[in-house]
Antibody, heavy 126, light 109 residues
Framework: QVQLQESGPGLVKPSGTLSLTCAVSGDSISSGYWWSWVRQPPGKGLEWIGEIYHSGLTNSNPSLKGRVTLSLDKSNNQFSLIVTSVTAADSAVYYC???????????????????WGQGTTVTVSS | EIVLTQSPGTLSLSPGERATLSCRASQSVSSSYLGWYQQKPGQAPRLLIYGASSRATGIPDRFSGSGSGTDFTLTIRRLEPEDFAMYYCQHYGISPRIFTFGPGTKVDV
């Protein structure tokens, strides 16, 4: 059974750097999946932050304007998220998720987030 | 950039009733790249439907998805108490590779 667990500081100062790690158990981050981050501000909807492939290739949400860095730590089977220059708008529950290619009836692949961590709350405040 | 809108914002129903949730895309999208997630309070989202109409592993058959082009629907045939939750549609864009969520529909009792 694959499990993901987020960890990191719950409080970050404005203009500072948010740094989170997602530990993966029951699967290897080198196994061919994409690994993603999604966040949810209090009382609001879901926002995709970005993802990293087992090769190290990354994609991120353009709305975050280059403030996001994603990395892999294969020796510890975990992946990480860094968000720089944070403001109160970055306060949210941060989730990590595994992204799995799912074959559709049309013969294409939909990339679904099929395993999620429980989420970790990050507050940006002085 | 694809923008997803969902309606209604809140759907008030009773157990046993049928729920019909709508997701509209700002431009035509392939149904292969449209999915639905369920989220209960204090929990992570759960993948329900992918490719607009395929149920994810372990999802009961009372959940069904349909649609094409710009209009997609999630139907819950007979609401069970555990189905009262938030539902988000999601589009997976292949070029560039980007995931977009709709604002969500809350199904409450």
């Amino acid at each position: 059974q694959v499990q993901l667990q987020e960890s990191g500081p719950g409080l970050v100062k404005p203009s500072g750097t948010l740094s989170l790690t997602c530990a993966v158990s029951g699967d290897s981050i080198s196994s061919g999946y994409w690994w993603s981050w999604v966040r949810q501000p209090p009382g609001k909807g879901l926002e995709w932050i970005g993802e990293i492939y087992h090769s190290g290739l990354t994609n991120s949400n353009p709305s975050l304007k280059g403030r996001v860095t994603l990395s892999l730590d294969k020796s510890n089977n975990q992946f990480s998220l860094i968000v720089t220059s944070v403001t109160a708008a970055d306060s949210a529950v941060y989730y990590c998720a595994r992204v799995t290619p799912l074959l559709t009836s049309a013969g294409n692949y939909y990339y679904g987030m099929d395993v999620w961590g429980q989420g970790t709350t990050v507050t940006v405040s002085s | 950039e694809i923008v997803l809108t969902q309606s209604p914002g809140t759907l008030s129903l009773s157990p046993g009733e049928r729920a019909t949730l709508s997701c509209r895309a700002s431009q035509s999208v392939s149904s292969s790249y449209l999915g639905w997630y369920q989220q209960k309070p204090g929990q992570a989202p759960r993948l329900l439907i992918y490719g607009a109409s395929s149920r994810a592993t372990g999802i009961p058959d009372r959940f069904s998805g349909s649609g094409s082009g710009t209009d997609f629907t999630l139907t819950i045939r007979r609401l069970e108490p555990e189905d009262f939750a938030m539902y988000y549609c999601q589009h997976y864009g292949i070029s560039p590779r980007i995931f977009t969520f709709g604002p969500g529909t809350k199904v409450d009792v």
